[in-house]
């Protein structure tokens, strides 16, 4: 597929005023607002269009398999310092941009945005727009490319992303360590404030993950610090595999799967439900059938947010409500985006 | 207030001293002369009224009162900026942030610190040191500059190719609108919900908002840090020492470049013992634990003698190491010593195409006649070429113009960017039409009016109108116009 036939089918759905469905793999569809529209499948616009290891930088196409992506980094002793979920084989590219979700490395590393360092947009007039580079500093503009992380393709179609890169780190160790939910936020916070290698972090039911990644000599002398027992590699793999993947045990069942955004030194927040906490606390993945109102304010009091991530049968926003004049200012850079408000609408805000 | 003033100036100073006492408004020239310029001095401008408030309260009441007189507005941090950003408008308001100074909380436990953005930047850091923990971007101008300024540009520094920019490092920002609404973007959790408007702000130029309160990241401080000082014979064989050092898994804490006519000038303004005898040196620095810094170094210090260092030196102690920093970070200052002007471009290019581009640059200084030594964030790409001239000599700031211009077209060229870190401003308004096309433009002008309908806020900075650009690819058929013809110019 051509980039000028994603233009085409773009100006032709804006001409008719019909909504357009942009998905990729659609391992994300269950994210977000309800999608709806024609589908417009970006899979075939694919490939990665450039890779130099010493530049840390890979361009790709949006409908590229990001696993695909992450095994051509892999041969170069590289990865995607974000760790992106894929929730599902079929995920893309401009799917993990768009979506704008990053995985247990978050707190260490920084999220999608964080890595995100050029764009190439089809907007909603079916322009082509290139925002950003393939440089790791450029401040000629607004930073549109980091606005569309997480946008859920309601600014325009990410055609192409050119995205940081980072040398594998040569050593890896997991620790485990039994502790309550109170003492696991006291440690997380304290080491998070020393120099200390820590990769990732998950919390559930008493037991605390480690991951430090760094150099032999760090790595070694951050676990002796920290204890706990060490993990094997291939069960310590599995074990973050399935907290990025959410195969886990924790995320089975039938409850909707609340993901609650908090400064990381917040104390428990003792909602119903079963819980597991990664990013140093910043992240509190809650697995709970109570009233979602009483979530949302549980999370802003702590000054953070919540989400709806996964539920059965959708209602309501699944996102937490902006104030008036956010609001505003996300409907007209919505209206600047994508004037006829015929790509993804509604996915990540109802009035958008 | 005096019966000679002109009487737009004098019914907008009275309206400004409706809310704030008589100090906090300066309109006699000789109160406003100071605030005529940035770090870019070559443009100058004196601004029709200085407003200096104290309050939240008071800044939002500025903005209304410009907002309903339809006056422009030009915030104003340390004015150590280099694109002229904060230029400020002959006829309207520069609203300084300077009484802004307050750290309002450090969280050592959440490791946030909430600052008002007069705050400087190194002051940050100092704050936050009891408790092991600092700030990381680290600009050149560091002590003199501040957090409100290295938002709205987005400032990078020697340390940034680890630990990131501002962008990386703020989490929330609190502050108004053009028309006096109360706006809050990002937050303290992570991945606020919605657009990331904060990272739309970051870097903004003031266009979007006026930033009165910033949440800023702490990072636990390395606890040991040494930097290799590594010397070679020829400048490109530098570039590929950067290169190779990244291919072999490698981020250093800072990794930059220098050429002899840079390390010369350096070296005679602060002696930070640097090999004179180099074509270009490089500055590796490792940082973290001791077993982490000397497993690094070591590796380090192995890939650049296979790359062909001719010398290298491991600075002992943080004295030593602060010594060899010392002079980068005063190359800016010292090429002052050595030049009665100079002017400091800011391109960033794909690390390969080095060599290139600075073939590039010595053809352009026999072309133009003027010195151009080199300093270059050489981890992330980003140039620092110090054109070297004589105001006062007929022509030169011109044939200055001219060779930066070919400079920051030629990054474009190679797949880079007109600027990495010192912002568009109004210096490089015209290569913004190189940069970008009409599409492109049109998105950023949509994103102002969203801000800033009525585009009171910084007007004419950052992003051309596409009529500018019209004019301006028009002319350079013709050969060059200066980006502000309408300016007094020194």
């Known amino acids: 597929m051509s980039l000028q036939a994603l233009q085409d089918r773009i100006r032709e759905a804006a001409g008719r005023g019909t909504a357009l469905r942009l998905r990729g793999g659609g391992s994300k569809d269950f994210y977000g607002n309800a999608p709806r529209g024609e589908i417009l499948d970006t899979r075939a616009y694919a490939g990665v269009v450039a890779y130099e290891p010493t530049e840390l930088v890979v361009t790709a196409r949006c409908g590229t398999s990001l696993l695909e992506l992450e095994e051509t980094l892999r041969e170069k002793g590289q990865f995607l310092p974000f760790e992106p979920p894929h929730f599902g084989a079929a995920a893309t590219v401009g799917g993990c941009v768009a979506a704008g979700l990053s995985g247990p490395r978050r707190a260490a590393s920084g999220a999608v945005r964080d890595f995100l360092l050029g764009t190439k947009l089809i907007d909603g007039r079916g322009n082509v727009l290139v925002f950003g580079g393939q440089v790791m500093k450029n401040v000629a503009g607004y930073d549109v490319s980091r606005l569309l992380a997480g946008s859920l393709g309601t600014l325009g179609l990410i055609a192409e992303a050119s995205i940081k890169v980072l040398p594998r780190p040569p050593a890896e160790a997991t620790l485990q360590l039994r502790m309550t939910e109170e003492r696991a936020l006291e440690a997380l916070n304290r080491w998070a404030g020393q120099p200390l290698p820590v990769s990732a972090s998950a919390w559930h039911d008493g037991e605390l993950g480690m991951r430090l990644s760094g150099s032999e000599a760090g790595v070694r002398a951050a676990a002796a610090k920290i204890g706990g027992e060490a993990v094997p590699e291939a069960q310590a793999a599995a074990f973050w595999q399935g907290v990025r993947e959410q195969s886990a045990p924790f995320f089975a069942g039938e409850e909707p799967l609340w993901r609650l955004a908090v400064p990381p030194a917040t104390p428990p927040l003792r909602l119903p439900g079963r819980q597991m906490i990664e990013w140093g606390g910043g992240l509190r993945w809650l697995k709970s059938g109570a009233d979602g109102q009483a979530i949302r304010e549980a999370a802003q009091r702590a000054r953070g947010h919540a989400t709806l991530f996964r539920v059965d049968r959708r209602s309501g926003e699944a996102f937490s409500p902006l104030d008036p004049l956010q609001m505003r200012l996300h409907r007209e850079l919505k209206a600047a985006f994508d004037p006829a408000g015929i790509l993804n609408p509604g996915r990540l805000y109802v009035q958008l | ?490």
């Open chain 2, 1 to 490: 207030m005096g019966a000679a003033l002109p009487a737009r100036q004098r019914e907008v100073a009275q309206a400004l001293r409706a809310f704030l006492p008589a100090r906090a408004v300066l309109y006699e020239e000789e109160d406003t002369r100071p605030y005529e310029c940035d770090g870019l001095t070559a443009y100058r401008q004196l601004p029709m009224v200085v407003a200096l408030p104290e309050t939240e309260e008071q800044v939002q009441r500025v903005l209304k009162t410009c907002s309903s007189m339809k006056i422009p507005v030009v915030p104003r941090g340390a004015g150590t900026g280099l694109s002229g950003g904060a230029l400020p408008p002959g006829d309207g308001v520069l609203l300084s942030m300077a009484k802004f100074m307050r750290v309002l909380r450090i969280d050592p436990q959440s490791r946030v610190a909430v600052v008002q953005p007069g705050v400087r930047n190194a002051a940050i850091s100092d704050i936050a040191a009891p408790f092991g923990l600092y700030y990381a971007p680290d600009p050149s101008s560091q002590i003199a500059c501040t957090i409100g300024g290295n938002v709205s540009e987005n400032s990078g520094g020697v340390h940034c190719l680890k630990y990131g920019l501002t962008v990386h490092n703020v989490l929330r920002m609190r502050g108004y609108t053009a028309a006096g609404e109360p706006l809050e973007v990002g937050c303290e959790a992570p991945d606020a919900p919605g657009y990331d408007l904060l990272a739309l702000a970051i870097g903004s130029e003031g266009m979007l908002m006026v930033v009165t309160e910033v949440t800023v990241k702490l990072l636990p401080k390395p606890q040991n840090a040494r930097v290799i000082m590594a010397s070679f014979d020829d400048v490109e064989r530098a570039g590929q020492a950067v290169a190779d050092i990244i291919a072999a898994g490698i981020i250093p804490a800072g990794l930059e470049m220098m050429d002899r006519p840079a390390t010369h000038a350096v070296e005679q303004f602060v002696g930070a013992g640097y090999d004179l005898a180099a074509a270009a040196i490089l500055l590796c620095e490792s940082d973290g634990s001791a077993e982490e810094v000397d497993e690094e170094v070591g590796r380090m210090k192995a890939v650049l003698e296979r790359s062909g260092a001719t010398r290298m030196t491991v600075s002992r102690d943080e004295a030593e190491r602060l010594k060899f920093w010392s002079g980068r970070k005063a190359a800016f200052p010292a090429m002052g010593r050595i030049s009665p002007d100079y002017y400091c471009m800011d391109g960033t290019i794909p690390r390969k195409r080095l060599g290139e581009v600075l073939n590039f640059i010595a053809a352009m200084e026999k072309k133009y006649a003027l010195r151009c030594p080199n300093v270059f964030h050489a981890g992330d790409g980003n140039l620092h070429p110090l054109i070297l001239f004589d105001a006062n000599n007929a022509g030169e700031l011109h044939r200055t113009e001219q060779f930066a211009a070919e400079v920051l077209e030629k990054c474009i060229a190679v797949g880079g960017t007109i600027t990495g870190e010192h912002g568009v401003g109004v210096e490089k308004i015209n290569q913004m039409c190189a940069q970008f096309g009409a599409g492109e433009l049109e998105i950023f002008l949509g994103i102002k009016r969203a801000f800033d309908a009525a585009g009171l806020l910084n007007p004419g900075k950052a992003v051309p109108t596409l009529a500018r650009c019209g004019e301006y690819r028009g002319f350079r058929v013709g050969g060059g116009k200066p980006a502000h013809s309408e300016l007094p110019r020194f």
